[in-house]
């Protein structure tokens, strides 16, 4: 069992470019979630989705957008990055409590 | 509005020396509070619930307690690799069983 897996692992862009992250599990799990952690904020919830194709807004959802086309398979899209988008970024499912991917790593200049 | 208030920020301990952690929390209608243990790199891996006021649970040297306004990860004779950042969060009424985090502790155990 790989669990929850995210796609890169890092990432460089510059401001005005696009581009998606993957989270990916195994678990069955119709809870997903996407979260960001930046120094001294702690995790915040970007989007989160209850179900295969459903979709609903967190904390702080503008700049983003996501799809849940098939339930194992949760994307985060970033359409016009920037620089306020530098971060690290978790994807989590939940069955009785949420478990956490390894992280994406991204910087925008 | 939920809100989970961490303290302190940063905690150095000796090998051995015991010490707590302390998560404060303001919640419409607490369905739990997650402990979660978060390495440098690497992404929070779940720890404890605790879902009722009273409510005690341990995990080899590590002990979580719960009251109505705050609860307390205790550390007991800890050793170098149980340093990490420790995360508390909370789940209210509000939301489809979101989280709300804290910002998290600090912990580093010297040798």
């Known amino acids: 069992n790989a669990g929850v897996t995210q796609t890169p692992k890092f990432r460089v862009l510059k401001t005005g470019q696009s581009m998606t992250l993957l989270c990916a599990q195994d678990?069955?799990?119709?809870?997903m979630y996407w979260y960001r952690q930046d120094p001294g904020m702690g995790l915040r919830l970007i989007h989160y989705s209850v179900g295969e194709g459903t979709t609903a807004k967190g904390e702080v959802p503008d700049g983003y957008n996501v799809s849940r086309l098939k339930k194992q398979n949760f994307l985060l899209g970033l359409e016009s990055a920037a620089p306020s988008q530098t971060s690290v970024y978790f994807c989590?499912?939940?069955?009785?409590?949420?478990?956490f991917g390894p992280g994406t790593r991204l910087t925008v200049t | 509005e939920d809100q989970v208030t961490q303290s302190p920020e940063a905690l150095r301990l000796q090998e051995g020396e015991s010490s707590s952690l302390n998560c404060s929390y303001t919640v419409s209608g607490l369905r739990g509070l997650f402990w979660y243990r978060q390495d440098p790199g690497k992404g929070p891996e779940f720890l404890f619930t605790l879902y009722s006021a009273g409510e005690e649970k341990e995990k080899e040297r590590l002990k979580a307690t719960l009251t109505k306004k705050e609860s307390f990860l205790h550390i007991t004779a800890p050793k170098p690799e149980d340093s990490a950042t420790y995360l508390c969060a909370v789940q209210g009424q509000t939301g489809a069983n979101n989280l709300f985090f804290g910002t998290g502790t600090r912990l580093t155990v010297i040798p």
């Open positions: 678990m069955n799990h119709e809870y």
């Open positions: 989590a499912t939940r069955r009785y409590e949420q478990y």
